[in-house]
């Protein structure tokens, strides 16, 4: 049997246990909405929908920060790109959990004092307010959306693998349909419904990638050893699938491209703005810290898994088998779990449609995340603050909010249906060059850099921002290759698949250069107060 035929069975005996999958499906989505209303009816004002009235402890915050860091890209696109590229697909696990220490050291506490709702809040403190908070607002829309794209991509993906659907308009329908549901949980949730989503979401995904590791690890009598070596084995690439090189290593584009990678990784989680906000719900600064580290041992824990997901995938399942049900190997995941319960029994069936609701489940608390960030930001700091100057009332805020979630749903439903070829992973890897480029120079200078200027953080934003999006743009992601989002044309120009090694230091240097060709005095005397009030927490609302 071939292998497509092999996928083709896999999605047939999906099929004969489809009322199981919709009924999972169904479930799910039902109870999150529950959670959703009884969240909406206890929102009362900004506070409520912005930050979730800060009431969260700092273990509840720990797993929705998890959660809404965890995502498809994780789950989907890290086990798929294991299961392909072997040790060099493992480099994203690295990258996503060493991001973390960046964050707690440099941003997590700071930006906690600091703020109110938003970025902008915290860059607006000590600068012209109208210029920075549009520059933020415009940046945390465009970092939301590009990693909203991801998510986009994977339900596309994971719905269509489960309900038989080939056809393009059959996933492009998928796809509005997980756009709809992430535009209802944030207009009606705000953050409280958003972050107990993310809980139940953060423990349903533990518990998948724990019970589906433990059936690997069984599977070779818990020889990790067997394990690697069926992997290499099995991948056709031999010994070289454990070594550094196969996807980053065949040319000197490629090592850039990997290096370009690990930039964007490591540094990009602490300028995302869907986690920057989470800080915001929780009552103390001691309370954001110990949520960081409850995140971290939870998502060190999980990204040790994806090992066991990705290698157990390349060892049971042919490589052809997992290409020809989705070229980028988003479906390793669910179809590690239909080998492991048996391809033709109702086990198999069973674990099938539990892993996929799990990953379906991990794309709606994203997306409500991310939707969130990126309307607080336009209803917050572009809005009240810029359009109304502030003097827009907590109700009219509001209101903006949750027009900007339908408007920011429509463009992601619409680029999610041209992206929905692409791998997850790679597509969050350019929401992370681009948060790094644009928002954390910014970030980081406001926060400890005294002479920063207002002039300085627009030329760092928007500088960074038109960098990284720009040779995104050009490069092989969007067109020129098989796996590219366009690819029947070519007009790339640029060879790297992420821009992260150009753009990222091009950020921090037009900071520089902006703020010292500026004729602006900087307000030394908000800068002592900022100081204090980052380190402190004193006066923080």
Known sequence: MSPAQHTLLAAGEAGEHRTLIIILFSVFVAATLVITVWAGRQTK????????????????????????????????????????????????????????????????????????????????YRMRQRPVRTAAGTSTIVVSIFYLLAQMAGAGVLVSLLLGITSDSGKIGIVALVGVLMIVYVTIGGMKGTTWVQMVKAV??????????????????????????????????????????LKYGATGTTKLDFISLGIALVLGTAGLPHILIRFYTVPTAKAARKSVLWAIGLIGAFYLMTLALGFGAAALIAPDEITSSNKAGNTAAPLLALHLGGVDSNWGAILLATISAVAFA??????????????????????????????????????????????????????????????????????????????????????????????GALWSIYGGLVTAVGLVLFSPVVSGKPTSMFPDVDFHWFPLENPGIISIPVGFLLGIIGTLVSKEEPDKGKYAELEVRSLTGTGAH
């Open 45 to 124: 004002d900004a506070a409520d929908f912005y930050a979730g009235g800060r009431q969260f402890t700092g273990f509840q915050n720990g797993l929705a920060v998890s959660g809404d860091y965890m995502s498809a890209a994780s789950f989907l696109g890290i086990a798929g790109a294991i299961a392909l590229f072997g040790y060099d697909g493992f480099l994203y696990s690295i990258g996503f959990l060493v991001a973390w220490l960046v964050a707690l050291l440099l941003v997590a506490e700071p930006l906690r004092n600091s703020g109110r709702y938003t970025m902008g809040d915290v860059l607006a």
């Open 362 to 455: 991990t794309i709606l608390a994203v997306v409500a995340g991310l939707t969130l960030a990126s309307s607080s930001s336009f209803a917050h700091d572009i809005y009240a603050n810029v359009i109304k100057r502030g003097q827009a009332s907590e109700k009219q805020e509001m209101a903006a909010a949750r027009y900007a979630t339908v408007g920011i749903g429509a463009v992601s439903i619409l680029l999610g249906a041209l992206a929905r070829d692409l791998n997850v992973a790679g597509l969050v890897a350019l929401a992370f060059a681009v948060a790094a480029s644009a928002n954390l120079p910014t970030i980081l200078y406001s926060l400890f850099w005294k002479r920063f200027t207002t002039s």
């Open 204 to 245: 349903l995904l533990i518990a998948g990638a724990l019970l589906l590791t433990f059936l690997v690890l069984l599977k070779f009598d818990f020889n990790v050893s067997d394990l690697l070596g069926s992997a290499a084995d099995n991948s056709g690439k031999g010994a070289a699938f454990l070594e550094p090189g």
